[in-house]
């Protein structure tokens, strides 16, 4: 059973571009998290998705941030005109249904703004 | 609110040595806590976890008991290993917010042969 998978794992974009980081549960997961880590922070939660719902979205920040996970294919973080201070680690989570309180993690993604 | 107090790092220590890695907690109902172990380029790994008071969570040699009373969930190794150094993890789970993880700043474990 292959773990949570991100892509891609190091992302750099210039300020004012868009970021689309990536998200796939592992098999049988119908729960997604996003977290963040800024550095020398730990990680920070953004946002809880079922598959077409958001569930809880108090983390995000309230622009240029947007989370989905479509009925197919993966979840989805876009960061549009990203800034120097979105540049962070970004952690994606999942957990299957009824057990939210074990989350399993994948490698994250590092984005970088320049 | 909820939040989560580790150890700052790096700590470095000598194979065989004893590892302590203190970690402290508030929490608004009843927490879960854990710790998690990230290795070098890969994701979080859940290392153990302990859901109500007193409980004790181990895995691979590491073990952290659940305080209540002191609100504390150190991490514990008798004898380190090279193959240990990592970042560590302090999380918590509250029963209120569960399906959010609040996590500490992690803790870098450089272990030396």
């Known amino acids: 059973n292959a773990g949570v998978m991100q892509n891609p794992r190091h992302l750099v974009r210039r300020r004012g571009q868009e970021a689309r980081l990536r998200c796939s549960p592992m098999k049988g997961h119908s729960h997604v998290y996003w977290y963040r880590q800024l550095p020398e922070e730990g990680l920070k939660f953004m946002v809880y998705?079922?598959?077409?719902?958001?569930?809880?979205e108090s983390g995000m920040p309230k622009e240029r941030f947007s989370a989905e996970f479509p009925k197919e294919g993966p979840s989805i973080l876009r960061i549009q005109q990203v800034v120097r201070g979105d540049s962070a680690a970004y952690f994606c989570?999942?957990?299957?249904?009824?057990?939210?309180?074990?989350?399993?993690f994948g490698p994250g993604t590092r984005l970088t703004v320049t | 609110g909820n939040s989560v107090t580790q150890m700052e790092g790096p700590v470095t220590l000598s194979e065989e040595a004893f590892l302590t890695i203190n970690c402290t907690y508030t929490a608004t109902g009843y927490p879960s806590l854990f710790w998690y172990v990230q290795y070098p380029g890969e994701g979080l790994q859940l290392l153990l976890k302990a859901t109500k008071a007193d409980d004790k969570g181990s895995n691979k040699g590491f073990e952290a008991t659940y305080r209540k009373e002191t609100t504390s969930f150190h991490l514990e190794k008798g004898s380190v290993q090279v193959s240990d150094s990592a970042v560590y993890f302090c999380?918590?789970?509250?029963?209120?917010?569960?399906?959010?993880?609040?996590f500490g700043s992690g803790t870098k474990l450089n272990v030396k042969p």
């Open positions: 989570a999942s957990s299957p249904p009824g057990s939210s309180y074990e989350q399993y």
């Open positions: 998705l079922q598959k077409e719902n958001i569930i809880d």
């Open positions: 999380a918590l789970s509250d029963s209120n917010d569960f399906n959010k993880f609040y």
